[in-house]
């Protein structure tokens, strides 16, 4: 029996099979005319294609109607669907069990949602973890533990306990409309003024060389 993880981080969202780490997909996606491109994909078009980008269905999951959206992408949860569905297709023939690991700021309502969208893709959830709890779970226990996490929009501190080896979440501070996204905007920001100022080139002048900067800044960094 094999079980595939989902670390749900839209920075990155993990696929991994038993102890091995398969996918590393961020939380993109673009349409192009009637043509959706998500994940990896979909990132190393979003310069080039800017007109019809999202990058929230992730952090904001919910069935709320798109403005510019079409009768195939409704909604976030759509588009959540299509990144969880292609994701599922490179293990489905392997794992017979899945687990999904949860940010923090995650409502009842966006858990009861993920499920009913794993349930339409066919994976065979077993349980669902907050990934402080993972976490934290594989470390020395101490009696209290921070756990800080970032993701695209938001950045999580949450606070747990250790109770007789029982451990616990107790609180969730978040963090909104801060987090990888504005960090990488404002690094690339940072690097355009600096190569303007030295080399009087643009990176941000031209779509093809915004996506490269886009594209290898993470790896920079």
């Known amino acids: 029996m094999s079980l595939a993880i989902f670390n749900l ?27 959706l491109m998500i994940g990896e994909l979909a990132a190393s078009n979003t310069k080039l294609l800017p007109r019809w980008t999202n990058n929230r269905f992730w952090s904001q999951l919910t069935t709320a109607p798109l403005q510019g959206g079409t009768s195939q992408i409704r909604h976030h949860a759509d588009l959540a669907f299509a990144h969880l569905e292609e994701l ?3 293990v489905s023939d392997k794992a017979t069990q899945a687990l999904f690991v949860v940010p ?40 209290n533990i921070l ?26 501070e978040v963090v909104i409309e801060t987090g990888l996204a504005t960090l990488l905007d404002r690094w690339s920001n940072i690097i355009a003024n600096q190569l303007i100022q030295t080399t009087r080139f643009d990176p941000m002048h031209d779509a093809h060389s915004e996506q490269l900067l886009f594209d290898l800044l993470p790896r920079w960094i």
Not at 115 to 128: D, H, R, S
Not at 151 to 159: A, D, E, P, Q
Request: glycine share 8%.
């Open 147 to 172: 756990h800080l996490d970032i993701h695209l929009h938001y950045i999580t501190l949450t606070r747990l306990s250790n109770d007789d080896g029982n451990l616990s979440r107790q609180s969730v």
């Open 9 to 35: 981080n839209d920075a990155s969202v993990q696929l991994g099979l038993d102890k091995d780490l398969l996918r590393s997909s961020p939380g993109y996606a673009v349409l192009n005319d009637n043509d």
């Open 88 to 90: 599922w297709k490179s």
């Open 104 to 143: 923090g700021y995650y409502s009842a309502e966006n858990l009861s949602l993920l499920l009913g969208i794993a349930k339409e893709c066919g994976i065979p959830i077993q349980g669902v973890v907050d990934g402080s709890v993972l976490v934290a779970s594989s470390m020395p226990l101490r009696k």
